[in-house]
């Protein structure tokens, strides 16, 4: 009987241990993840202040260069959209302490749709401020959408190693058809309209559509053509692969007319534009807005994951 009680309060012991053991567990986790939001939350409030603070570099009491830039691929909802470039462009040529404008490109191109609304809105501004002189200066590549903007600069300064041009238009895409009948596959696609599966990869090709789709890309390619010879006019050379889609180095780009010199932002605000102050209007997506959302995102999905640790451990 005595060994007995001397088991049993053993047990009564052990259960006690371990459940006060699996609180200061839980609490110290629960006590880990509070700390980190706290932290995350000093970190966003401290990020506030210094965007705050970064917006201020606008602002400038003297005569300035205006820079714009424009990075990566133009597209409707990148960085380089024209909702932002063209804001970024008007906010540029209205201050007053402008003295001339550089759009840094660096761009291997994109929507045709997005480039001419840029390039309308540059010829706009050029001819609403006549006194405003806007460069474009081309870092590792200004091709195809990215020129289709830069032709309607004044001028156009790159580096004897860039890459320039690409004067053309493409449409790619995949062709399954043999793949599937390897994999015994049978495709089943119903229309109303003899063309709304126009071009479909999971279909043989059809001719008539094929000339179409060629015809569709000719004339795009033909505004293009047209965008470059209107800026830049005279100064491009007589050679028949001007308008091929050849891409040509910042050097060869200068002898061929598509360039006028070289040069960086810093040469042609200095040398250039004589306004060796830089102020940049580029507008950007928020830094704090997406930390926000990727922290918003990590700790709603940290928080499930933990809150569903601890139920399934306390069942």
Not at 8 to 15: G, I, V
Not at 257 to 279: M, N
Request: net charge neutral; glycine share 10%; charged share 25%.
């Amino acid at each position: 009987m005595a060994e007995s009680e001397k088991n049993w309060e053993r047990e009564t012991l052990e259960k006690l241990a371990f459940s006060a053991l699996k609180e200061q567990t839980k609490s110290r986790r629960w006590g880990i993840f509070f700390k980190l939001l706290t932290f995350a939350y000093v970190t966003f409030l401290i990020l506030m202040v210094f965007q705050w603070r970064g917006d201020g570099d606008l602002i400038s009491d003297g005569k300035h260069t205006a820079l714009v830039e424009l990075e990566g691929v133009i597209d409707a909802k990148s960085d380089a959209s024209a909702e932002k470039i063209t804001s970024a462009l008007q906010s540029a040529f209205k201050d007053k302490n402008t003295q001339g404008v550089i759009l840094r490109i660096n761009s291997p191109g994109g929507s045709p749709v997005q480039s001419g609304i840029i390039n309308d809105e540059v010829r706009r501004l050029r001819g609403a401020y006549p006194n405003i002189p806007l460069y474009v200066v081309v870092e590792d590549i200004c091709a195809s959408g990215g020129y289709f903007v830069a032709a309607s600069a004044d001028k156009i300064y790159v580096n004897k190693a860039s890459l320039v041009g690409s004067i053309g238009v493409l449409m790619d895409g995949f062709g399954f058809t043999g793949g599937m009948e390897k994999l015994g596959v049978e495709r089943r696609l119903l229309t109303a309209g003899e063309n709304k599966g126009f071009m479909d990869p999971f279909s043989p090709v059809d001719s008539k559509q094929k000339e179409y789709a060629l015809s569709m890309l000719n004339d795009i390619h033909q505004q293009f053509i047209a965008v470059v010879k209107q800026g830049r006019g005279k100064r491009l050379k007589d050679n028949p692969e001007l308008f091929s889609g050849l891409v040509w180095t910042g050097q060869k780009a200068v002898e061929l007319g598509l360039a006028d010199g070289f040069g960086s932002v810093e040469s042609v605000a200095r040398d250039v534009i004589k306004a060796e102050p830089i102020v940049d209007y580029t507008e950007k997506s928020n830094p704090v807005e997406r930390i926000a959302k990727r922290f918003g995102a990590a700790a709603a999905k940290s928080f499930a994951e933990f809150t569903l640790r601890e139920s399934i451990r306390l069942r």
